[in-house]
C-alpha cells in the first residue's frame, strides 16, 4: 500500500524541479501569500484586543512580566 505524499510534500517536489529564476517566482509569490496570511491573523487579534479593551501598555507589561520570568 502506497502512501500518498502531502500537499506541502508535492510543493516541495515540484519547486525541487525548478531553474533558479522559477525558484525567485515562487519564493516571491510564497512571500506575499505568507504576509496575506499574517495580515489577516494580525486583524483579527487587533479586533480581539480591542474587544477586551487590551492596551499596547498591557501587552508591553505582559511581555516584560513573561522575560522575567523566563530568566529566573
Not at 519564493?27 to 505568507?34: G, M, V, Y
Not at 504576509?35 to 480591542?50: F, G, N, R
Not at 492596551?55 to 529566573?72: A, L, N, P, Q
Amino acid at each position: 500500500m502506497s502512501k500518498r505524499m502531502s500537499t506541502v510534500d508535492q510543493i516541495v517536489v515540484a519547486a525541487s524541479k525548478l531553474d533558479a529564476a522559477q525558484l525567485v517566482k515562487l519564493r516571491h509569490r510564497l512571500d506575499r501569500l505568507e504576509k496575506k496570511a499574517w495580515e489577516k491573523e494580525l486583524d483579527a487579534v487587533s479586533v480581539e484586543m480591542k474587544r477586551r479593551n487590551v492596551t499596547d501598555e498591557d501587552i508591553d507589561r505582559g511581555i516584560t512580566r513573561r522575560r522575567r520570568e523566563s530568566r529566573s
